[in-house]
C-alpha cells in the first residue's frame, strides 16, 4: 500500500529587502514580501516575526496572509524601516506556517540617518537665536486592567481585561525609563496602527508614548504587543485591549 503525503511549502520573495538611508525615528515607505505557497496543502500563516541584530527597527504594516492560502495562490506582506539610531540595521524577517519547514525568512536591511535638517538662517548658523516654536504634541494611550462578564456555554465568569484611553498631551512630557524599555505596537486584524513606547506605572496602569502613527486610533479593540529585550534573549507578550 502506498501513503502519500501532501503539504504546504512557503516559498518569500524577494529574498532580501534592502532600505535606504531613513532619516532616525521616522517611517519609510513599504516594501513587500509576497508569500507564496508551493504546495498541495492550504497555507496558514501563524505568525511574522523580528529577529537578528536590530529587529526593533522594522515593522509589519500590512498584513494579506490571514487566511489559509491555497496551493499555488500568493499573498503579500508590507514591512517598513523605522531606525532607532544612525548607522546600519539588519535582521530577518520570520514566517512561521504549517509548512514543515517553517519558518521561511527573508534578510531585511538599511541604514539609520541623521534627523531632517532645516536649511540655515539669512544670517548663517552664527545668527541670531530665533522664536521658540509652539510645544508639539504627542498621543499617550493610558491601560488600566478592568473585569467584565462572559458568557461561555451557559456560565458567566469573569475575566480580566485592559481599557485604554488616548488624549494629545502638549508641553513638557517626562517619562522614566530604564535600560530595559518596552516597545510597543498596537494593530488590529494584523494592521499596524501605531508604534511607541510602553511605561508600567504600577498597579495594572500602562502609558503607551505613541511616536509612529500609521493608522487613527479609533475605539475599538486592539492587540498590544510588547518586546523586551534581556542580553541576547527577545520577549514578546500579546495583550488584548480596547481604546474608549
Known amino acids: 500500500m502506498l501513503i502519500s503525503y501532501t503539504a504546504a511549502a512557503a516559498q518569500a520573495s524577494p529574498a532580501t529587502l534592502s532600505f535606504p538611508t531613513q532619516p532616525r525615528s521616522t ?4 516594501q513587500t514580501v509576497t508569500l507564496t505557497n508551493r504546495g498541495l496543502a492550504p497555507l496558514v500563516v501563524t505568525g511574522l516575526t523580528f529577529a537578528g541584530a536590530n529587529p526593533e527597527d522594522y515593522l509589519i504594516t500590512s498584513d494579506g496572509c490571514l487566511g489559509p492560502i491555497a496551493a499555488g495562490a500568493s499573498c ?12 546600519s540595521s539588519a535582521a530577518t524577517l520570520r514566517i512561521a506556517s504549517s509548512d514543515p519547514n517553517s519558518p521561511a525568512s527573508v534578510t531585511v536591511s538599511g541604514t ?8 540655515a538662517g539669512a544670517t548663517g548658523a552664527t545668527g541670531a537665536t530665533g522664536p521658540q516654536g509652539p510645544a508639539g504634541k504627542i498621543e499617550l ?3 488600566r486592567k478592568a473585569t ?24 513638557t512630557v517626562k517619562f522614566t525609563v530604564g535600560s530595559d524599555h518596552i516597545g510597543a ?3 488590529r486584524a494584523g ?11 504600577g498597579t495594572g496602569v500602562w502609558q503607551l508614548m505613541v511616536t509612529h502613527q500609521i493608522h487613527r486610533l479609533r475605539p475599538g479593540h486592539y492587540t498590544l504587543s510588547l518586546a523586551t529585550r534581556h542580553g ?7 495583550i488584548q485591549i480596547t481604546i474608549t
Open 27 to 30: 517611517l519609510s515607505a513599504p
Open 76 to 87: 503579500t506582506v508590507g514591512v517598513s524601516f523605522a531606525p532607532q539610531h544612525q548607522g
Open 112 to 119: 539609520g540617518g541623521q534627523l531632517p535638517q532645516g536649511p
Open 141 to 143: 494611550v493610558v491601560c
Open 148 to 171: 467584565k462578564t462572559v458568557n461561555t456555554h451557559g456560565h458567566k465568569h469573569k475575566v480580566n481585561v485592559q481599557k485604554c484611553t488616548t488624549r494629545l498631551v502638549s508641553g
Open 185 to 187: 505596537t498596537v494593530s
Open 191 to 201: 494592521v499596524i496602527y501605531a508604534t511607541g513606547l510602553a511605561v508600567p506605572t
Open 232 to 238: 541576547q534573549r527577545r520577549i514578546q507578550e500579546r
